[in-house]
Each structure stands twice: as C-alpha cells, then as structure tokens.
C-alpha cells in the first residue's frame, strides 16, 4: 500500500484502539470491560497503520519480563493486532511488525511474545510456537483418589486483594522452575489474573483463592463446577492437596481447568485415570528470538557443548548468517564463519528455545538441516528442560 503511515497511537486516543480491537475481534466491548481494556492499552506501546486518513492497523505491545530456562529475559508481549476488514492482505500487518521489530531491538528487548487468533499467521514473521497447553477435565461426583500422598499442611482461603503479596513469590519461585511464564506485577494480577467480572462467562463466581504454604489454586465456581484458573505447587505433594481440595468443594460435581501445563501431573496421580480426561491440546505461546545472540546467552542450558548455527532470518537481517553457540559455564554466542552444524529458521529457534519442540523432530519432518550427524539431538540435550515450558498469562 503507497500512503501507508506508520505511527505511533497518543494516550489520548486509547479508546479508539479498543474500538477497533472490538471491530476486528467482533466483539461488543462492554461498559464493564472497558476499564481492562484502557489500563492493558495505557501501559502498552501503541503503534497505528493509516492509510488516506484511515486507521487501517493498530499493534500494542507490553514491555514484560518472560521466564526462560534459569532466569528471566525483557519481552516485547503483543496483543491487540488487528487489520481493518477493507485493508487486509496489502501488508500491513507486516509493515506493523517490520516497526515492532525495530522497537524491540531500540528497547534491547531480545525476545517477543503473543497468543495467535489463528496459527497461520506469525511463523513467516520469526515466531516459532514455544509452548502448548492442554484442557483437563475432572469427574468430583464421587471422591478423588490419588497416588501422591497430599501434603497435610493447612490450606487457606484468602481475599483476591492479597494476591500479589501471598500469591506473588509462590508464582516467582514456580517461574524459576518451569520457563514460559511472565513475570507479574500487583497490576497484572489484579486486573488479568483475578479481575472480579468473569470475561467470557457471567454464570460464573468472583475468584477464589486458596494458599497453601507453598502453592495456591485460583478457582471460580457455578452450576456444580469449579473452574480452575491457575494453580501452582512447590512440588507434587503440595500439587496432590490442592487438586484434593478443589474435588471436594461441596455442591460440585467436576473440575474443568482450560489451561495446564502438558506434562501435568493429575493424569498420573489420579488412582482411577478414567476420572480425569484431557479434553483438548492447543499452541499457547508463540515465541520470536528478537536478538538472537543475546536471547541464546538469555537462558541457562542443561549440557556444556558448542554449536555453530545458521541462522535464516528473512525480517531481521542482524539475525542473519552463522553463529557460534557455547552452552558451558556462562554461555556464548558470537558470529563465525565456521560450518555450520545446522540450518534452520529463526522462527524453529523460538520454537525450541523454552525447551518445548525438539530439534531432532523439526530434522525429521525436513524443517532444519543437520549438517553434523547427532547435532540436533546433542542440541536438544543442552535446550531440555525438567518441566515444560507453559504460559497462563491472558495478554
Ligand atoms: C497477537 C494478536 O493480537 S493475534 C490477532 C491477530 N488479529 C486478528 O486475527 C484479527 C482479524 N484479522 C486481521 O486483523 C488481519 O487479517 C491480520 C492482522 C491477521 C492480517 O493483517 P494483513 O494486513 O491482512 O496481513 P498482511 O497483508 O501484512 O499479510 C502478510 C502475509 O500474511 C498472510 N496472512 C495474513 N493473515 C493471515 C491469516 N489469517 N492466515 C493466513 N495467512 C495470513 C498474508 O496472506 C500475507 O502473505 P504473503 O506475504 O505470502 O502475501
């Protein structure tokens, strides 16, 4: 498109962003929604595509921090990308991300993060899916049975307005544990984790919340089910308390928890595995390697080893060409000539770099080439993790 204008959106004109987010995402933004939508979209970078006067495009980005295997790395979280319905397909969602990829590496943002609204659309801009998700579903009309002996340490219910004090540290050891999730502030858990109206579903009860000393469970509950939110333990036994207290919650008859991580543990602790059924497994975090170099010296790795890779980055041409990656002791990444051990796309790297997808499949399917025979398995042994990468943070 000739006149495409590029710009940045001023505060004064947030509301306009959420009318069109309405528009594209066909939703009805209701009176009780739009105070969510004004705080996501105030503390967001917000850039707008004009066309002749019109808004043709809008992106927004929030500056957070994203748990990766031994720590954490600044990330640029997108959301709210949308396209009016008389301008698609004459790129301009790509001149947005051509401008958001620029922002990031001004910001020294070495990774961006998003939820898709369809799988199809981020993979020819760099982001790989890092992280998936499954949906389980627990029959509580008769008593729940587990394997693990339940952690006997007393459970409390407390007020959500605790939150980000009592909930806060649980969250931020379970980050150092399993890569995938943000870092959250008193804001981000008050107004995405635990706001009170209920987003899709109005039958539904405020959260609850009930803490343990080392994990908790945020829960809604209506018409005999409990709908479980977030729930994070220390370790099994703690895990076996909690999803022992949300089955035996009176006048209900089943658990539905949309979102867990997929090597959850209650399929394997339930001494009957027909009352826990995993009803769905979807792409949750989509995951683009901004700075490639400083996002591989990002995280811990599991093995001390050393990896020449070529890299294809078609949008960020600093990405592009060989790099030498050692694992050991402080990891790093600098560019060589060397030959390479494996090609692949920056947008495989995302993909493997929380330790989700392996290596050695994406060389099966013919995705990533393997120069050095048993170099995507040595590589896959140095990306692994020992509990995987998940995300349940709603942006
Ligand atoms: C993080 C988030 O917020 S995810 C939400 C994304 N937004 C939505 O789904 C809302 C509804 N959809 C839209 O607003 C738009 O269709 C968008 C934003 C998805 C795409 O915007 P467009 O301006 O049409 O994309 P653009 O013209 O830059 O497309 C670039 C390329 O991506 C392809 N593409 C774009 N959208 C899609 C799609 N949904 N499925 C498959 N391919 C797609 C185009 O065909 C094009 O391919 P090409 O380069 O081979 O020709």
């Avoid at 060397?338 to 099966?364: I, K, Q």
């Amino acid at each position: 498109m000739t006149d495409l204008e590029i710009r940045d959106v001023p505060e004064a004109d947030v509301d306009g962003m959420i009318d069109f987010s309405g528009l594209v995402f066909h939703q009805r933004i209701r009176e009780r929604d739009l105070e969510r939508w004004r705080w996501m979209m105030r503390r967001a970078e917000r850039i707008g595509a004009w066309s002749g006067g019109v808004r043709a495009g809008q992106l927004a980005t929030l500056p957070m921090r994203l748990a990766v295997p031994g720590g954490t790395v600044d990330c640029s979280a997108i959301t709210a990308v949308g396209v009016l319905p008389t301008h698609r397909r004459r790129g301009v969602l790509s001149a947005m991300i051509e401008r958001m990829h620029a922002d990031a590496i001004a910001a020294g943002r070495p990774v961006a993060a998003l939820w898709a609204s369809e799988g199809a659309i981020y993979g020819r801009y760099g982001f790989g899916l890092a992280d998936r998700a499954v949906e389980l579903e627990v029959d509580t009309s008769r008593p729940l049975a587990l394997r693990t002996e339940p952690d006997p340490r007393p459970l409390r219910l407390v007020d959500p307005a605790e939150a980000p004090a009592v909930l806060g540290p649980i969250h931020e050891a379970a980050l150092a544990r399993r890569p995938g999730g943000l870092v959250r502030d008193a804001e981000w858990w008050a107004r995405t984790v635990l706001p009170d109206e209920e987003l899709s579903d109005e039958r539904l009860t405020e959260p609850r919340v009930v803490v343990h000393p080392e994990g908790y469970a945020i829960y809604r509950t209506g018409r005999g089910t409990v709908r479980l939110e977030d729930l994070v333990a220390a370790d099994p036994r703690v895990e076996a308390a909690l999803w022992q207290y949300l089955a035996g919650i009176d006048l209900t008859s089943r658990i539905k928890a949309p979102s867990r991580p997929v090597d959850d543990l209650l399929p394997h602790m339930a001494a009957d595995p027909d009352q826990v059924r995993t009803t769905a497994e979807y792409g949750a975090l989509w995951l683009r390697l901004v700075d490639v170099p400083a996002a591989l010296r990002a995280r811990s790795w599991a093995a001390d080893d050393a990896f020449v890779l070529d890299v294809a980055d078609a949008r960020i041409t600093g990405n592009h060409g060989r790099w030498r990656l050692e694992t050991g002791g402080e990891p790093a990444c600098e560019r060589t000539t060397g030959a390479p051990d494996l090609s692949l796309d920056v947008a495989d790297l995302g993909a493997v770099h929380l330790g989700g997808a392996r290596l050695s499949t994406l060389v099966r399917i013919g995705a990533v080439t393997e120069h050095t025979p048993g170099a995507a398995a040595r590589l896959d042994a140095a990306l692994a993790v020992p509990l995987a990468p998940y995300t349940n943070d709603d942006f």
